[in-house]
């Protein structure tokens, strides 16, 4: 069983940049992978990015160049970075964790655009 946390949401204004953190029960080395995931109503959830085992990461075409992904192993936490934020990118964003067959998710934070 992995938990997972995600922090860092909140309200910024078009262009702001906010920090995502999920933060894993376990060591986050032995995953498989750790991905962004992001919900607006409506829509359905869609993959951000990703980072793999061994810390090569991919992001989706909507985001690149705007959102990047990291890690830090010690802290057991994954990052999303997102800048020049934009109204489109509202939704609540979720963590998600692939350990063995199975898949783990957080409970999501809310992420607002607005001016």
């Known amino acids: 069983q992995v938990q997972l946390v995600e922090s860092g949401g909140g309200l910024v204004q078009p262009g702001g940049s906010l920090r995502l953190l999920c933060t894993a029960s376990?060591?986050?080395?032995?995953?498989?992978?750790l991905s962004w995931y992001r919900q607006s109503p409506g829509n359905q959830r869609e993959l951000v990015g990703t980072i793999n085992k061994g810390g090569a990461t991919s992001i989706a075409d909507s985001v690149r160049g705007r959102f990047t992904i990291s890690r830090d192993n010690p802290k057991n936490t994954a990052y999303l970075q997102m800048n020049n934020l934009k109204p489109e990118d509202t939704a609540v964003y979720y963590c998600?964790?692939?350990?063995?067959?199975?898949?783990?998710w957080g409970q999501g934070t809310q992420v607002t655009v607005s001016s």
């Open positions: 376990m060591n986050i080395f032995n995953l498989n992978s």
């Open positions: 998600n964790a692939a350990f063995g067959i199975h898949q783990y």
